[in-house]
């Protein structure tokens, strides 16, 4: 098991902190004395996590914010809430996420659901949290992607699958996405000499509510098919699936631009995960960025750095 590093002092942010890798990584970091906003887009479920992470961790520092990734709006009074109260922040676990939605589905702001909610919801929290985090001595910013990310493509001419929808392909560019805005944002840092962190993790095929409440390799219902492969491909629980982001997050031996992964893959969490080859294109990278910046509105030449 990963033993993250004393953590007391630090202030830290997981989305999605109310089921599966988020409710992991934030009881762990709650566990080892963080204090943790747990950001989430239904309260009271987020206070049903606080209130488990308590029962485990009698004292821990532990909050409730609400957080759409869904809507730019929501990000905005997020990070203006955070903004407010002006406290440094040690911690950004970009976590949260949602997976091969079946229908094409837009959010608030005309955004493909799973784009908007797994890149540019995070791109706008993490650009808008920028002023908090370099206030901190050592930021960091851990980012989670996915293995799907392997196969995927930035199809830049039709980002938000208006011309063709795959609940799949549109997944794993989101995840995609991820990786090459973790990469990025590791780029400026070195740029502008910021002492940010920026890190991606994979947590492996984890048993969550992302793999019950409905994603299948299909899009659709569980058939047979997904049934059986679900029964056979190895899965591990959210205390392991977490590791890898809480590696990238916490611990000393992470690199900027390092990508962790499951142990069971053999590949980490104390080794780099390879990079899919798509995420070490530092245009396209650049790219995204611009692009994204473009569609939220949200740039790190407006935050006051
Ligand atoms: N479970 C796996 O096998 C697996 C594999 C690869 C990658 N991942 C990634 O791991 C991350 C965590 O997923 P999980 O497996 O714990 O699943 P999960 O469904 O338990 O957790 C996802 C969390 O994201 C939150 N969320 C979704 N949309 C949101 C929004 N618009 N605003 C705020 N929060 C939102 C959900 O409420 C939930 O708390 C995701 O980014 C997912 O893509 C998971």
């Not at 942010?13 to 762990?28: D, I, P, Q, Y």
């Not at 909610?117 to 960091?140: E, H, K, W, Y």
């Amino acid at each position: 098991m990963y033993q993250v590093p004393d953590q007391r002092g630090k202030v830290a942010v997981v989305t999605g902190a109310n089921s599966g890798t988020g409710k992991e990584a934030a009881k762990r970091l709650a566990g080892a004395g963080a204090h943790v906003v747990l950001a989430v887009r239904t309260p009271a479920k987020g206070e049903q996590a606080r209130n488990e992470i308590l029962a485990a961790h009698p004292g821990a520092r532990v909050e409730v914010r609400r957080l759409d990734l869904a809507s730019l709006s929501s990000v905005r009074e997020f990070t203006d809430g955070l903004a407010t109260e002006g406290k440094p922040l040690d911690l950004l676990l970009n976590n949260a996420g949602v997976m091969n939605v079946p229908r094409r589905t837009e959010t608030d702001d005309g955004f493909e659901l799973q784009l908007g909610s797994n890149f540019l919801g995070p791109f706008a929290l993490t650009v808008q949290l920028l002023p908090l985090l370099l206030a901190a001595p050592a930021p960091r910013v851990a980012t989670m992607s996915s293995g799907t990310a392997n196969r995927a493509r930035i199809s830049f001419d039709d980002l938000q699958s208006t011309r063709a929808y795959s609940p799949t392909r549109a997944y794993a560019q989101s995840k995609l996405a991820d990786l090459l805005m973790m990469i990025h944002l590791a780029d400026l840092a070195a740029q502008h000499a910021w002492p940010l962190l920026s890190a991606g993790a994979h947590p492996g095929y984890t048993r969550t509510n992302l793999m019950t409440s409905g994603p299948t390799l299909n899009g659709g219902r569980p058939g047979r098919l997904e049934s059986l492969l679900y029964k056979i491909v190895p899965s591990q629980g959210p205390e392991q699936g977490a590791e890898p982001l809480l590696y990238a997050a916490t611990d000393p031996a992470a690199t900027p631009g390092g990508y962790y992964g499951p142990r069971w893959s053999m590949v980490g969490p104390t080794k780099a995960a390879p990079l899919p080859r798509s995420a070490r294109d530092k245009t396209a990278a650049a790219r995204l960025w611009t692009v994204a910046e473009r569609l939220t509105g949200v740039s790190i030449q407006t935050q006051r750095l």
